[in-house]
């Protein structure tokens, strides 16, 4: 990341979100290389970034599509051209989301996920005629939505018996969040899609995708069992990616951009709180964010608009004024706070991309 002077004309007031321009793009370039590498094909989470602008780069770096979490988002990503995207949760669907489903299918090619029995019948019915398909998830340990493995393939069943597309199967290795925990949540990841083949299979249907792969879990994804990897934190990083060591500072795209108002002793006080970094902090993190450039110093409490940065006695106190970029444990939460991202160029601000998708939760 280039050195940068945010008191310099061109830059908002403080706080405000950030993104190294060129950081981004290397991450970016890196896991189109990683996934081309692997023989997978890479379709990226974008409820991380939630941005057009970003979604097109990685299209044009060999996306097959993207990943979505609800249908605002799928709208939002569908208006700015994107016409392969894939809404990977389990919708229960009443009437009006079945027509924003049917319109969002007249113009992108739309998979769902469904997760059982019962999900999959109320899709079939309620969005009859369209094109949509789905994708089965199964829970792999993260144990939040998925059938069983073995269960797949009824799930599977359900949906061709209502009308629907059967494309593969799904997983989220989301237990993957956690120190050493990268390398087991992959093996389980792979075991438990192919479990889920073999079910499908059993029920006379091919999986042509097999889809799983978190940014934690990207590294270790088992090529020979899955086809398609679903990163997303990747494009920015954050605190939390760092902690466990998927990478370095150096790939840390997005900070956000505050200023010390008051300082007492060792701790200095500034005014990127909640509202801007978001609240995100896992048991096994040091913190409640961390400050680029000061790899010691540690966020060690967020009230809505203070940070509390305690600043060890190795490094120098920064003063009343000084601009600090602080790294949010959890860059997904930041984003959707934002109505933009301030964009930087070779250390110089280059613009602003609105966060289109922000608060799109349903």
Not at 129 to 142: I, K, L, R, Y
Request: proline share 6%; net charge negative.
């Amino acid at each position: 990341m280039e050195q940068t002077n945010f008191a310099a004309p061109g830059f908002p007031s403080t706080p405000f979100l950030s993104v190294d321009a060129g950081t981004m793009d290397r991450n970016l370039t890196a896991m189109a290389k990683r996934a081309a590498t692997a023989g997978v094909s890479l379709r990226p989470h974008v409820k991380t970034h939630k941005v057009p602008q970003i979604a097109q780069r990685q299209l044009e770096l060999g996306a097959v599509g993207l990943t979505v979490a609800t249908l605002g988002e799928a709208e939002v990503f569908a208006d700015a051209g994107c016409t392969d995207l894939f809404l990977a949760y389990p919708l229960w669907v009443t009437p009006a989301r079945a027509a924003r489903i049917k319109s969002l299918a007249g113009r992108a090619a739309l998979r769902i996920g469904v997760d059982s029995v019962e999900g999959a019948r109320e899709l079939g019915q309620a969005v009859a005629g369209s094109a949509v398909q789905v994708m089965v998830e199964v829970d792999s340990g993260h144990h939040r939505s998925g059938c069983r493995p073995d269960d797949a393939g009824a799930v599977a069943q359900a949906a061709l018996d209502n009308g629907l597309a059967v494309a593969g199967v799904f997983t989220f290795p989301g237990h993957g969040y956690g120190p050493g925990k990268r390398g087991p949540a992959a093996e389980q990841e792979a075991a438990a899609l192919s479990a889920a083949v073999a079910s499908l299979a059993a029920v006379g249907v091919d999986a042509d995708t097999v889809s799983g792969g978190s940014t934690p879990t990207a590294a270790d994804a088992d090529a020979s069992v899955l086809n398609e990897i679903r990163p997303g934190v990747y494009v920015f990083n954050d605190s939390q990616q760092v902690e466990l060591g998927t990478c370095g500072w150096e790939a840390v795209a997005l900070t956000a951009v505050g200023t010390v108002v008051s300082s007492t002793g060792r701790n200095v006080i500034v005014d990127a709180g909640s509202k801007v970094l978001g609240a995100d902090q896992p048991a096994w993190a040091t913190g409640g964010g961390r400050i680029l450039g000061m790899p010691d110093a540690r966020i060690t409490a967020l009230s809505e608009h203070h940070a509390t940065v305690a600043v060890p006695d190795s490094v120098p106190l920064p003063r009343r004024g000084d601009i600090l970029q602080l790294v949010p444990n959890h860059v997904c939460a930041a984003v959707n706070l934002a109505e933009e991202l301030v964009v930087v160029r070779d250390g110089a601000p280059a613009g602003t991309w609105a966060v289109a998708a922000r608060g799109r939760n349903s």
